[in-house]
């Protein structure tokens, strides 16, 4: 399938899977929006409340695409990211004002494939997480 042909939820190498993504926030109203735009592309979605259960989800399965809110109960996004060994494509997505996104990726390196800042248009949603689930396979 030649990617003008693939669809804009698959990723590549994967044929009709469609690519996995799992949405880290603990407003229930955003992640459950961000679930029904990403599910309607095609997005395989699963979503977790907190850091501690996102990273429950993150040793059970295997996703393309972590979509991670900075501010988080019981675990914060930073505290997420220090504690995975090897991680899905980082999607930061945070509605806090004042993160610094030079001092993330300072921090971070090149585990944090994108930083948006809530709220994200829809297009420019999908667009991203299409981007970043094609990087998760070497797109």
Avoid: N, W
Avoid at 15 to 25: C, F, G, K, S, W
Avoid at 30 to 47: D, M, N
Avoid at 89 to 115: H, M, N
Wanted: aromatic share 6%; hydrophobic share 40%.
């Amino acid at each position: 399938m030649s990617p003008e042909e693939r669809p804009a939820h698959t990723a590549p190498g994967r044929d009709r899977t469609p690519a996995t993504v799992l949405i880290v926030d603990d407003q229930d109203e955003f992640r459950e929006t961000t679930a029904a735009i990403l599910s309607k592309r095609g997005f395989g979605v699963t979503q977790a409340g907190d850091g501690v259960e996102a990273l429950d989800k993150l040793a059970r399965d295997d996703f393309d695409v972590l979509l991670l809110d900075l501010r988080l109960p019981r675990m914060d996004g930073p505290a997420v990211l220090e504690a995975l060994t090897e991680p899905p494509t980082v999607v930061i997505l945070s509605a806090f004002e004042y993160f610094d996104e030079a001092a993330l990726r300072e921090r971070f390196g090149s585990l944090v494939f994108e930083c948006l800042r809530k709220p994200v248009p829809p297009d420019r949603l999908v667009a991203v997480v299409l981007a970043a689930s094609e990087r998760a396979h070497g797109g």
